[in-house]
């Protein structure tokens, strides 16, 4: 931020709409398969989904 002369709320939003960009809900028009596995974590944790 201050090399480029910017506030850090700034630098902040900018990689928040970055990763909303990369990370937004997956198109699944090309969609071929899908995998769903469960894992124990045991105790009050309980499972664990995994898609």
């Known amino acids: 931020a201050n090399h480029l002369g910017v506030g850090w709320d700034m630098i902040k939003d900018i990689q928040a709409r970055y990763l909303q960009h ?26 664990l989904t995994i898609v």
């Open 22 to 47: 990369c990370f937004d809900k997956p198109k699944l028009c090309n969609l071929k398969r899908i995998a769903i596995d469960e894992i124990y974590l045991g105790g009050r944790s309980g499972y």
